[in-house]
């Protein structure tokens, strides 16, 4: 045996990803999450942060996390099914359900933790998983642990989702179940998923409908109830509605809403869900704070959409190409890694952090600045975000 270092592809798979400008360098925010905030020493306006409504440093939130500390400390001390249930946990989960219009609601530790969870116990071998081509990675992990058969249609397409659903038909009766999932708001293009059209093909196949709405809550459907609001599709259609604390709500934890036999079966089969420890008191008095603030105080929906209704005119006007977002996920397409790489640098130079969206994150050739809208902006702050795109934009011959 020679004495080869068995750690040595660590920095030699490292170097690679360096020498690809795929490696990721992490910037650092000194303070809260604010509009104007400070990253890597220097003021900036964010611009893309998931906190699409400013309640990541809402009072309430701070409040009511702060009140959960004094009263349950700091820790759950447990996994949920031995002692980790509090009842700030019990509380979320009645308060989430009523929110959602739906008969019993679960959190999970995260997003990604709810996805890699409960798909791989709603579908394995024998059964068939189809999926949107531009999904987002958790679903795409929690379908790979499932062991089930997966087809792909293309992005947002019903049509071709029925096709991939008669050619899955012909090996009836061999499938047990057919999971149809998808993004309901796409999280690199900012476009809805037609969950309508997706709904009712899934229907003739007797498929269960999945929809992860992680960048739709807080900003679509009746007061931010989420895409199967803004459709206005019944339980009966969408059977998993999905969700995380972390982007509108401001905090962090994953969930589902849907009926109680979901909600029973999930919680008694997720491994992520029983053998990870709960969610911290104050993070669940947070989030239950958050709900109460999406209620109660309805401008910060609305200034979420009239910002990027006003900056993604403005933007189309100016020339820039903003794909096909239809929401506060906006971005703004370069084509290149490397003009990608230089426009988030020169708009960081003009006081705007917004970063690129490089291959392999998209595919080659769509390289873009992901800008997410924050309704904390003030009018000044949007005008800012667009002086400067305009000005880094002609600088680099996009405009
Ligand atoms: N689904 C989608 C579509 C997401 O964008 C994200 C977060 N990037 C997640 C799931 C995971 O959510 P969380 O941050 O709560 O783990």
Redesign the pocket.
Known sequence: MTARDPTGFLGQEYRELVDAQANWTLHELAGPSTPWCTIDGRKVLMFCS?NYLGLSNHPRLRAAAEEAIRTHGVGSGSVRSIAGTMDLHLDLERRLAKFKGSEASLVYQ??????AGLIPQLVGDGDLVVSDEL??G??IDGVRLSRAERAVYHHADPADLARVLDAAEEHRPEYRRILVIT?G???MDGDIAPLDRIAAEAAKHGAMVYV?D??GEGVLGEGGRGIVSHFGLGRDRVHVE?G????AFGV???HISGSRALVDFAFNRSRTWLLSGSAPPPVAAACRAAIDVLENEPEHIRRLWSHTKRFQSTMRDLGFDLGASATPITPVMVGENAVARRLSARLLDLGVFALPIVYPMVAKGKARIRTIMNAALTDDDVGHAIAAFETAGRELGLL
């Open positions: 998931n995260s997003g990604f933790a709810t996805n999904n987002h958790s679903i993004d708001v796409f999280s992860d992680a960048h999905m995380t604390f972390s982007k962090v934890g994953g």
